[in-house]
């Protein structure tokens, strides 16, 4: 299947600062569905994208799909420290296959 | 609030033992996933099945593991035998496809709360 590879691994930030996590593929991806993990919890779905270009927001997170749909991006404006977690991005292949990539663990500082 | 229901949520267990994970998919979801999840490999996609057909198990050691879906309402997993390195938490996850076996817009998938296996 499909490789997404998500940079950077870890970030930590002060509260207040700006986030951003992305999510890269060598060939064209179907959609990208972006999950949160809580530590010590399980992932949950926050969103998907589809379209060429397309940008959503959900209050303080944005979330795009490049032109040539390679690749992602989810960015957190002021950050608070109920944002901590793992972020996934998630390709969703044909067939139903949904593959993650490895997930950028985001602390906030207080 | 429908869920994703995992049974057991911990497990210990001694090198060679028998495990079997159980999940409960969200009443009326056809697609149903296992995943196991560790610090070095994240989420590995282990197995999936589609009204309770296996699409996928290449991702799952097929010497010791074996996936089924005796019904719509139960998934099971098995390690037999079980081995340190099988330690992870195991994620069972379902969802519902209905546009089609070659959609291009993904589905949603719900996560239950996972298993978390320790052998030892």
């Known amino acids: 299947g499909q490789q997404v590879m998500q940079i950077p691994q870890y970030q930590h930030v002060q509260e207040g600062e700006d986030f951003t996590t992305y999510c890269n593929s060598s060939?064209?991806?179907?959609?990208i569905q972006w999950y949160k993990q809580r530590p010590g919890g399980h992932p949950v779905f926050l969103i998907q994208?589809?379209?060429?270009?397309e940008v959503k927001k959900q209050k303080r997170l944005t979330f795009q799909f490049g032109e040539a749909k390679k690749n992602s991006s989810l960015h957190i404006t002021a950050t608070q420290t109920t944002d901590v977690g793992t972020y996934f991005c998630?390709?969703?292949?044909?067939?139903?296959?949904?593959?993650f990539g490895k997930g950028t663990l985001l602390t906030v500082n207080p | 609030d429908a869920r994703v229901t995992q049974t057991p949520r911990h497990k210990v267990t001694e090198m060679g033992q028998e495990v079997t994970m159980r999940c409960q998919p969200i009443?009326?979801?056809?697609?149903v996933f296992w995943y196991r999840q560790t610090m070095m490999q994240g989420l590995e996609l282990l197995a999936y099945?589609?009204?309770?057909?296996?699409?996928?198990d290449s991702g799952m050691p097929k010497d010791r593991f074996s996936a089924e879906m005796p019904d719509a309402t139960l998934a099971t997993l098995k390690i037999q035998p079980s081995e340190p390195r099988d330690s992870a938490v195991y994620f069972c996850?379902?969802?519902?496809?209905?546009?089609?076996?070659?959609?291009?817009?993904?589905?949603?998938?719900?996560f239950g709360e996972g298993s978390w296996l320790t052998v030892v």
């Open positions: 996850a379902s969802g519902l496809s209905d546009r089609g076996p070659y959609t291009t817009s993904g589905n949603t998938i719900y």
């Open positions: 060939t064209t991806l179907s959609n």
């Open positions: 994208l589809v379209k060429s270009g």
């Open positions: 998630a390709e969703g292949g044909s067939n139903y296959k949904l593959t």
């Open positions: 009443l009326g979801h056809n697609t």
């Open positions: 099945f589609r009204n309770r057909a296996p699409l996928d």
